[in-house]
């Protein structure tokens, strides 16, 4: 069965550094999303993206973040100039057309 | 706006034993979904069970069924014959037409524990 795949499982950076996390959504799937759970909190929503941009993000999704298709088949999230505040778990997500999303099994992202 | 409940951050159940998990919540609006997610340890989140908000039989799949309250806001997860590969964080979800993007809003979870 296609599975949603992301890389790296668990990601160290210094705070300041640029970090992109990546996704493989199932193939032909076209709406992408991400997603983050801070340790002990709720996965909240932080974007959803089709047709090539951004159909909607939450308040969390400032300018420090940013989404790329940049082929076929890859999903990135970018963060410019990581905080402490940014360590979380991010998922990503895809669908088709229902409204049923996959999920990935998640980047640990901690800022140092 | 709209909000997702687990009151329970932890249960446990003995193998072959029946839990249910709950979950309440919010909105305004009528075209809706909710979802029951499993994730294992170390493992991606996996759709238990899905239930259109206007359809009122409750969904099932297998061992797995949920009691959809409507009016309540009450959404909870049954699972009959408990097994230890059930034994994972369960997230109850929802999601609706009306987003636009059908994004989800999810609970805190629940961590479940089967004990052998």
């Known amino acids: 069965e296609p599975e949603v795949t992301q890389t790296p499982s668990h990601q160290v950076t210094q705070m300041g550094q640029e970090v992109i996390l990546r996704c493989v959504p199932i193939s032909n799937h076209l709406y992408f999303y991400w997603y983050r759970q801070i340790l002990g909190q709720k996965v909240e929503f932080l974007v959803s993206?089709?047709?090539?941009?951004?159909?909607?993000k939450s308040e969390i999704f400032d300018d420090q973040f940013s989404v790329e298709r940049p082929d076929g088949s890859n999903f990135t999230l970018k963060i410019r100039s990581t905080k402490l505040e940014d360590s979380a778990m991010y998922f990503c997500?895809?669908?088709?057309?229902?409204?049923?999303?996959?999920f990935g099994p998640g980047t640990r992202l901690t800022v140092l | 706006a709209q909000t997702v409940t687990q009151s329970q951050p932890e249960m446990s159940v003995q193998e072959a034993e029946t839990v249910t998990l709950s979950c309440t919540y919010d909105?305004?609006?009528?075209?809706?979904?909710l979802f029951w997610y499993k994730q294992p340890p170390s493992r991606q989140m996996i759709l238990v069970i899905r239930?259109?908000?206007?359809?009122?039989q409750n969904a099932t799949e297998n061992r797995f069924s949920v009691n959809f309250q409507k009016a309540a806001k009450s959404f909870s997860l049954k699972i009959s014959d408990s097994q230890l590969g059930d034994a994972a964080m369960y997230f109850c979800?929802?999601?609706?037409?009306?987003?636009?993007?059908?994004?989800?809003?999810f609970g805190t979870g629940t961590r479940l524990k089967v004990l052998a």
């Open positions: 979800a929802y999601t609706n037409r009306a987003s636009g993007t059908y994004k989800y809003i």
């Open positions: 993206f089709y047709n090539n941009e951004i159909s909607e």
């Open positions: 997500a895809s669908r088709a057309s229902t409204d049923t999303q996959y």
């Open positions: 909105t305004s609006e009528s075209d809706y979904y």
């Open positions: 239930q259109e908000a206007y359809k009122q």
